[in-house]
Structure formats: C-alpha cells, structure tokens
C-alpha cells in the first residue's frame, strides 16, 4: 500500500500558502488550473494568487464599521480608561478645563475689554461656547495622533483602520457630557431656563462630531507619513479658537460677512448651542448651512484620503 498522507499534507500546506485575507486595498488576480496536467500535485495544478497594490480612489466600504461595531465599542471604552489612568483628578478635569477658560475670558475679555454678549451673562455666554468646543478640540488631539498611538496593533492585525480615529473621537462623548452638565449648573445659577430650541441640540453636537472627524481622519493620515504633523496640532487648535465666536458674538458682523463666517463650521456648532440652550437672538440660519457644507466636505475628503493611504500605513507606521 502506498501512503498518501504525505502528499495529502503537501497539498493542504499548499492551499494555506496561498489563501489570503479579502483586504479591501489589494487587488488580486486567479490563475486557472492547467488542465493538461493529470499530477494532483504538480506545481500547475495549485492556484495562484498574485497581490498588486491598488491604484487610485478605493471604496470607503463603510459597511465594515458595523461589521466591527464591537471592536469599536472596546477601543472606545479602552480610551476612556486610558485617559484618566493614574491622573489625581481624573474625569474631574472636563469641569476644571472649561471653567478655567470661562474665568480667564470672562477677566480679560467680559470685564477689561468689555466685549458684547448678546444680553446674556458673559460667563455664561462663554461657557456655552466652550463646551462644544472643548469636545472639538480634545476629539481633534487624540484622532490626530491614534495611529501612530497605536501602531503595534495596525501593523499585526488587519481591521477597518477608520475605526481608530472615530473611537478616539467617540470618547470625548465622556468629556462633553461631564461638562454640558456644569453648564446646566451654571443656566441654574443665572436662572436661565431652557428653551424649546433645545430639541436641536443632538443636531448641532453631530455637527461638531462631524467636524472632529473630518479634519481628524486627515491630520491622522497625515500624521502617519509626517511625523511633524502632531507638533502643528496645539498651534492649529489655538488659531482655530479665536477664529470661532466663543469669546465674542458673531453679531458683530454684519451679511453677507456672517454667512461666509460660517464656513468655519465650528461657527454654527457653537452659534447654535447659544440659540438653542441660552435662546441667544443670533439664529444660525444661513451660516449654519454654511458650517454644513463646510463639515460634509471635509468628512467626505478626509474620509477618501484616509482609505487611499491606509495601505501604506501598516508598512510606515
């Protein structure tokens, strides 16, 4: 009798070799069998699979974060842990972060520069600001850099890689909601009720999670293939501040000024937290559409920009 075992072996290894991952940035092309040969286990008779990189655009395939839904849930979670691990304080810096701010704008610009804020208590008119914005920038920090936070994990297993940013992004729901309540406490405190507009809010804090992930896929992406990319963040953050109404109205400026103000879209994110929370007269109107368009486009770019160099992230990382 003669034993097959070993070439029954031979073969299965062969298989194995040559089965890979579906990877959504590689393009595969299938050899035929050749026919001609009768052997089982001739070299012709094993398919082959040739890998060449993708050239181009690539689908987004978002479909794969809901297939992954539970790994996002976890890196989600792992970076809420991470970020107040062996801290003294802990969450406790989402109230202190805001209301520091709030004190020493409500010195320099509400007492000493006399700036306006609509009839509404100046502290309160900060903080309102400050709130979504504290989300927008800590969001904007930690989805810049998590590829390269986590590059150990990118480089051995393969996952959507979108879904690191947008559990970086996720995790300062955390932080917003520790300090949207200090801004209750404050409306309680200067009796101020809100008003029926509040039904818009989750509308405007997707605006600002829209707006947080757009530029975050980009900087993260970029951050990748330039490690100096991480070093323009804090300068970014703080131009992009002032260049926002939180420290002043966008009352100020007058049509059609306002509505292309608005093409920062954190504009209508922190315009529209006033209107809905504070019941400021300065509606969003046309400059939130600006501020919609502006957000749209830059998920939308930054989101085919990150899939168009994901390939190369594992090698550069």
């Known amino acids: 009798m003669v034993d097959n075992r070993q ?3 031979t073969n299965k290894c062969a298989d194995w070799y040559y089965r890979i991952i579906d990877m959504p940035f ?3 092309t299938h050899a ?3 026919g ?3 052997d089982p286990n001739s070299a012709s008779s094993i398919p082959v699979t040739v890998i060449r990189p993708s050239r181009g655009w690539v689908a987004l395939k978002l479909g794969e974060l809901w297939e992954y839904r539970e790994l996002l849930y976890f890196l989600t979670w792992r970076e809420v842990k991470v970020r107040y691990k062996q801290t003294v304080l802990g969450a406790a810096w989402a109230i202190l972060q805001p209301m520091l701010t709030m004190l020493v704008f409500s010195l320099f610009f509400g007492k000493l520069a006399k700036v306006p804020s609509d009839q509404i208590p100046y502290p309160l008119f900060c903080l309102a600001g400050l709130v979504p914005w504290n989300f927008f920038a800590n969001a904007l920090a930690q989805s810049s850099n998590s590829l390269v936070a986590n590059s150990n994990l990118i480089s051995k297993v393969y996952f959507p890689r979108p879904t690191i940013p947008v559990s970086a992004v996720l995790s300062g729901a955390v932080d917003f909601t520790i300090s949207f309540a200090l801004l209750i406490v404050m409306m309680a405190f200067y009796h101020t009720a809100p008003t029926w507009r509040c039904v818009y809010l989750p509308l405007f804090f997707l605006l600002a999670f829209v707006t947080a992930l757009g530029i975050g896929l980009w900087l993260s992406a970029l951050n990748v293939e330039y490690r100096d990319v991480r070093y323009t963040i804090p300068f970014l953050t703080q131009f992009w501040m002032f260049a926002t109404p939180i420290a002043y109205p966008s009352s100020l ?8 103000y608005g093409l920062n879209p954190m ?4 315009e529209g937290f006033r209107w809905t929370l504070i019941g400021t007269d300065t509606a969003p109107g046309p ?5 919609s368009l502006a957000a749209a486009l830059m998920l939308v770019g930054g989101a085919y920009y990150f899939r168009r160099l994901e390939k190369t992230f594992a090698d550069v990382v």
Do not use: C, Q
Request: aromatic share 4%; no cysteine; charged share 25%.
């Open 32 to 34: 035929v069998r050749d």
């Open 26 to 28: 590689i393009d595969k």
């Open 253 to 260: 400026l007058s049509e059609p000024w306002r509505t292309v």
């Open 267 to 270: 504009t209508g994110v922190v």
């Open 36 to 38: 001609r040969s009768g």
């Open 287 to 291: 400059m939130l559409a600006a501020s």
């Open 7 to 9: 070439n029954t072996s």
